[in-house]
């Protein structure tokens, strides 16, 4: 493991939230910062904002009204970043660590013109590097940049996942260290699954995978700037600074021998609804329609069904995000009528069940044991989805949990110990 070994190098370390709720939380981050930099290394911090802040905001947006102009929506969110970056360079300042921070758009990060979910389209990052060059370590406002209008962007919830990757790629640093409230991605949601284990590595396209089902533990973006990009991540906690989970293309331990697990994972998500649209007329351009009108207004629709048809007449089902609802709602109900059909139905009442594992290329089989084990455990499948290395399942939301437990045990997850092998000493 050649990153896992290198001891000196520029570490990129994010900082979320949780890690900098309070005054004291800062200053046992600026400690770490300052550990790490003495140690030789060249350190550049992201930092989200303060606890809850985000979210306070937001509700103060709601309160004063219904209306949220985007780019005022960015100039206030992106106020508390600014907060946890300068506090944190105020803390290294108080233990002699020379520290300067930047907003996104100091840092020279690149977005498009999408207020409220701007994506970065390139990093310039001079001031970055001409401070650090001066010996200075760096923080930097996640979750922002400035656009190609000039404009303060933000780049969606979670988003400073994603600045602190793409900082690493513009970089080139030698690792992203992502600093949260668990102590790494786990082979379940320890709060449904008290055995669940921490994963000692994961392969990019296994992370994709389960931050596309549901996994809340890295931004979706950020682990695909990390393939893209070839950026080591490691997710570890800020409360306990123990090792945590390595994110890299790794396939294995430089032994070969050894096995590659079938499964790293149970993933779960009740965030999605389904909606179904009953008696839709067989024909082409139908599902066109219906898709389009979703897609152009920004909603991801997850899931689709389409039974076979009766009587010239289908039904079709999907699943969007619960925060989509309303919106997709509308649109649904107007298209509906468009094409003739005779309703629509939705059920938000559902949860998402995933298996990901890179093993399951070369392991058939492995979606026939998920459906015998919730059969059973009595569980009905509503809807099925795969891709090389996941099988999902939609069920119903009360039968979550037993879901998840009974394919934790019945995968070999619950003691398999050839999934979380340690890796070499690096702190
Ligand atoms: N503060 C932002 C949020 O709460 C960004 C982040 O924490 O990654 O979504
Ligand atoms: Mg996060």
Known sequence: MRVALKMV???????????????????????????TKRHGNDVVVVVSAMGK???????????????????????????????SMSLLCIALAGIGVEAVSFTG??????????????????????????????????VVAGFQGVSTDK????????G????AVALAAALNADVCEIYTDVTGIFTADPRIVPQARKLGRLQFEEMLEMAGVGSKVLALRSVEFARNHNVP???RSSFTW???????????????????????????????????IVGVPDKPGISAALFEGLASSNINVDMIVQNTSKDGLTDISFTVPKADMKVAEDIVSRVASEIGASGVTHNSEIAKVSLVGAGMKTSPGV???MFRVLADNNINIHMISTSTIRVSVVISGKDMESAVRSLHTAFGLDSGSAYSAPLPERK
Do not use: C
């Open 151 to 158: 404009e303060i962007t933000t780049l969606g919830r979670g």
């Open 242 to 276: 123990e090792h945590g989970t390595w994110v890299s293309d790794e396939k294995s331990q430089g032994d070969s021998s050894m096995e590659e697990p079938i499964i790293s994972g149970v993933v779960h998500d009740a965030s999605e609804s389904k909606v179904t």
């Open 367 to 369: 979606a026939a044991k």
């Open 105 to 138: 758009s100091q840092a020279g990060i690149i977005t498009d013109t999408v207020h409220t979910k701007a994506k970065i389209s390139e990093i310039k990052g001079d001031r970055v590097r001409e401070a650090l060059a001066e010996g200075k370590v760096v």
């Open 160 to 163: 400073s996942d994603t600045t």
């Open 53 to 83: 802040t985000t979210d306070n905001l937001l509700s103060l947006a709601n309160q004063v009204s219904e209306v949220h102009p985007g780019r005022e929506m960015d100039m206030l969110l992106t106020t508390g970043e600014r907060i």
């Open 9 to 35: 190098g520029l570490v990129v370390q994010k900082y979320g939230g949780t890690s900098v709720a309070d005054p004291d939380r800062i200053k046992s981050v600026a400690d770490h910062v300052a550990f």
């Open 233 to 235: 991540i490691h997710v």
